[in-house]
């Protein structure tokens, strides 16, 4: 019987307890799944406990995708990259931990596939542990450009530093959102903030409705946030009659995969988006 779980915190907005269950059901499997809220000061004392009752594995979201770095006996390239983990996987003899980053597979498989980034310019809202999956998943599709948008550049100079040396066939450059007057030029506009999650500026737009007005008719809006399904980003944008995608399916590839990498079977996705619906 496998015993997993998800740390981070808050943690009252996540589905992935369903989707999990829902995928490990998909492969006759038992097992268990548990939502352990962990502020970032209670971390320690988690690993702890994670380590002592015999888990398997667990994944890590907001805002300890980064500080579980500190903890890896190794990790996958994507963590590597990253510099932040998603899934973790426990050494059943030494209880070491094995850190891997699914959120950029999610991220890519959840793109259309008749969508190309290859040679395109791409606008991220936010410099945070998403947008790190984000930069490396559209890197290896192929982007040309990639203009970051974030409140604080001081506080970004140092992940912006990190990406222009990985990905140096990418132009990058970063602006203070406040300065965002128009997009026209961009191909796909993906907000990597928290600002539209439920219970977190549910009803608020990262950017204006009169920015959003100014991208061309074929731009990709991409919101990774999953509760709601449609955020008042993406709302504004349909409106405007852009395409949107919006962060369930990456949510449940990323899930998939860590699935995998707990038990080495890959789920029945379709189950688990039809769990995640009807949790929402």
Same mark, same amino acid.
């Given at each position: 019987?496998?015993?997993?779980?998800?740390?981070?915190?808050p943690?009252?907005?996540?589905?992935?307890?369903?989707?999990?269950?829902?995928?490990?059901?998909?492969?006759?499997?038992?097992?268990?799944?548990?939502?352990?809220?962990?502020?970032?000061?209670?971390?320690?004392?988690?690993?702890?406990?994670?380590?002592?009752?015999d888990?398997?594995?667990?994944?890590?979201?907001?805002?300890?995708?980064?500080?579980?770095?500190?903890?890896?006996?190794?990790?996958?390239?994507?963590?590597?990259?990253?510099?932040?983990?998603?899934?973790?996987?426990?050494?059943?003899?030494?209880?070491?931990?094995?850190?891997?980053?699914?959120?950029?597979?999610?991220?890519?498989?959840?793109?259309?596939?008749?969508?190309?980034?290859? #040679?395109? !310019? %791409?606008?991220?809202?936010? /410099?945070g542990?998403?947008?790190?999956?984000?930069?490396?998943? &559209? $890197?290896? @599709?192929?982007?040309?450009?990639?203009?970051?948008?974030?409140?604080?550049?001081?506080?970004?100079?140092?992940?912006?530093?990190?990406?222009?040396?990985?990905?140096?066939?990418?132009?990058?450059?970063?602006?203070?959102?406040?300065?965002?007057?128009?997009?026209?030029?961009?191909?796909?506009?993906?907000?990597?903030?928290?600002?539209?999650?439920?219970?977190?500026?549910?009803?608020?737009?990262?950017?204006?409705?009169?920015?959003?007005?100014?991208?061309?008719k074929d731009?990709?809006?991409?919101?990774?946030?999953?509760?709601?399904?449609?955020?008042?980003?993406?709302?504004?944008?349909?409106?405007?009659?852009?395409?949107?995608?919006?962060?369930?399916?990456?949510?449940?590839?990323? #899930?998939? !995969? %860590?699935?995998?990498?707990? /038990?080495?079977?890959?789920?029945?996705?379709k189950?688990?988006? &039809? $769990?995640a @619906?009807?949790?929402?």
């Open positions: 019987m496998y015993k997993l779980g998800l740390i981070g915190y943690l009252s907005h996540s589905i992935s307890g369903v989707i999990q269950k829902a995928g490990l059901k998909s492969l006759n499997l038992d097992g268990s799944y548990e939502i352990l809220e962990t502020p970032p000061e209670d971390l320690i004392n988690r690993i702890k406990y994670l380590k002592t009752n888990y398997d594995g667990f994944n890590v979201t907001i805002p300890l995708k980064v500080p579980i770095s500190l903890f890896l006996e190794s990790v996958d390239k994507y963590a590597d990259i990253a510099g932040c983990a998603n899934t973790i996987k426990i050494d059943k003899k030494d209880k070491s931990f094995h850190g891997y980053n699914t959120d950029v597979l999610g991220f890519q498989k959840a793109i259309p596939n008749d969508f190309s980034l290859k #040679g395109k !310019k %791409a606008s991220i809202l936010g /410099t542990g998403a947008a790190r999956a984000v930069t490396i998943g &559209i $890197a290896e @599709l192929g982007i040309k450009q990639i203009d970051y948008y974030t409140r604080n550049i001081i506080n970004s100079s140092a992940t912006i530093s990190y990406f222009r040396k990985h990905f140096p066939e990418v132009q990058i450059n970063v602006y203070q959102i406040q300065v965002l007057k128009e997009l026209e030029k961009t191909d796909i506009l993906i907000n990597t903030t928290p600002i539209g999650m439920r219970s977190k500026a549910m009803n608020e737009l990262p950017i204006s409705t009169e920015v959003l007005s100014t991208m061309n731009t990709l809006v991409y919101d990774v946030i999953y509760n709601p399904i449609k955020t008042a980003l993406l709302e504004e944008a349909e409106k405007l009659g852009l395409r949107t995608v919006n962060g369930l399916d990456m949510l449940i590839y990323q #899930g998939a !995969k %860590a699935l995998e990498i707990w /038990t080495g079977e890959y789920p029945d996705v189950d688990m988006k &039809i $769990a @619906l009807q949790a929402l």
